[in-house]
């Protein structure tokens, strides 16, 4: 199985608002590779935001523009690669928002969500929260919050799933953004 999955986080309540990204490349049902990025959002954080992710102004006065970072990985979102991300609406919107406010046209390409997998799949969890998932399953989240981390569960969780229950009954779940 080949994927990618992809984590933000954001300075503030509009999507638009990116401050990190991560993005973890699987080929053959491996972990091969990631990406991860602070971003500097050009616009103000929220308290809360900070609370949650522990990403403040000061982390990301040097880092690039989303732009900047698009340059490096927009290769990677196409028709033909499949996009992994838990609360992958989330995650789909803030890619678009901000792509978007630059200005950039926004890709078309395959997606699947693993809250929406972790639900059919796993009925009986008592939330399907990343981290709820991460523990039933044994993952190993690392630290929650953490773009990079919350991408390498996002796999991690994909890849168990498919392993207990097959790739084919995953298909049904994939949609083109």
Not at 11 to 30: Q, T
Not at 37 to 46: E, G, T, V, Y
Not at 106 to 135: Q, W
């Amino acid at each position: 199985m080949d994927f990618i999955s992809m984590d933000f986080e954001t300075a503030n309540r509009y999507r638009s608002s990116a401050c990190s990204i991560a993005l973890v490349m699987v080929r053959n049902n491996e972990i091969v590779d990631s990406f991860y990025s602070l971003i500097n959002p050009q616009d103000q954080f929220d308290y809360r935001n900070i609370q949650v992710h522990g990403i403040h102004p000061e982390d990301v006065k040097n880092a690039p523009t989303f732009d900047q970072v698009w340059n490096h990985i927009y290769p990677l979102f196409d028709a033909n690669h499949l996009v992994a991300a838990h609360n992958a609406s989330f995650d789909n919107s803030v890619l678009k928002s901000t792509l978007n406010s630059y200005k950039i046209n926004v890709p078309h390409y395959l997606t699947i969500d693993t809250v929406r997998t972790s639900k059919a799949f796993y009925p009986d969890f008592p939330n399907h929260k990343l981290n709820t998932v991460s523990e039933m399953l044994d993952i190993d989240l690392k630290q929650h919050h953490n773009a990079l981390y919350d991408s390498v569960a996002c796999a991690e969780i994909l890849l168990h799933t498919a392993n207990e229950f097959g790739f084919e009954r995953l298909k049904k779940m994939i949609k083109l953004t």
